[in-house]
T-cell receptor, first 114, second 111 residues
């Protein structure tokens, strides 16, 4: 039981390049989330998916797209990376849809955009 | 909308001393409250949570937190810290699908 896994662990992009961050969970959770973490700002929600087939914007969605591929997988895409997207990205999942249960986090992806 | 304030950006404590990390929340009803810990280069691990009932909740690694409705607070405590407790600590409030995090408190332990 691996929990929440993320790939890659590290990535360096040039401005304007695109990439997809992958996230998978094996806990049969319904809800999945993408956050970014920047120094002094805590974690901010980018997008979330309350259930398979649905996605919603969070606090900072601009410049990102997401896909809930199936119940296990939730990917985050940067279509044209910008230096402001340099951050650590965390994926998380939660068992119950619609209720504020605890979220389980992946190990993170450290992204640098030059 | 809900919000969380962690007023202390950085706290330094001697090993063996007691610890209290402050968290204040803003929300119209009784929220679901969480404390997470993040070791350097790692993801977030849940320390404890409060949903309802007893206002003093016990967590992992010897941590506890007390919910005080009158003060809108959910402070984290530990009676005696260990060097391995050095990390960043995040308080969060859960409403529906979303968790809203505070900006974190970095804990340094000195021998």
């Amino acid at each position: 039981n691996a929990g929440v896994t993320q790939t890659p662990k590290f990535q360096v992009l040039k401005t304007g390049q695109s990439m997809t961050l992958q996230c998978a969970q094996d806990m049969n959770h319904n809800s999945m989330y993408w956050y970014r973490q920047d120094p002094g700002m805590g974690l901010r929600l980018i997008y979330y998916s309350a259930s398979e087939g649905t996605t919603d914007k969070g606090e900072v969605p601009n410049g990102y797209n997401v896909s809930r591929l199936n119940k296990r997988e939730f990917s985050l895409r940067l279509e044209s990376a910008a230096p402001s997207q340099t951050s650590v990205y965390f994926c998380a999942s939660k068992l119950l849809q619609g209720r504020a249960y605890e979220q389980y986090f992946g190990p993170g992806t450290r992204l640098t955009v030059t | 909308a809900q919000s969380v304030t962690q007023p202390d950006i950085h706290i330094t404590v001697s090993e063996g001393a007691s610890l209290e990390l402050r968290c204040n929340y803003s929300y119209g009803a009784t929220p679901y409250l969480f404390w997470y810990v993040q070791s350097p280069g790692q993801g977030l691990q849940l320390l404890l949570k409060y949903f309802s009932g007893d206002t003093l909740v016990q967590g992992i690694k010897g941590f506890e937190a007390e919910f005080k409705r009158s003060q809108s607070s959910f402070n984290l405590r530990k009676p005696s810290v260990h060097w391995s407790d050095a990390a960043e600590y995040f308080c969060a409030v859960g409403v529906g699908e979303k968790l809203t995090f505070g900006t974190g408190t970095r804990l340094t332990i000195i021998p």
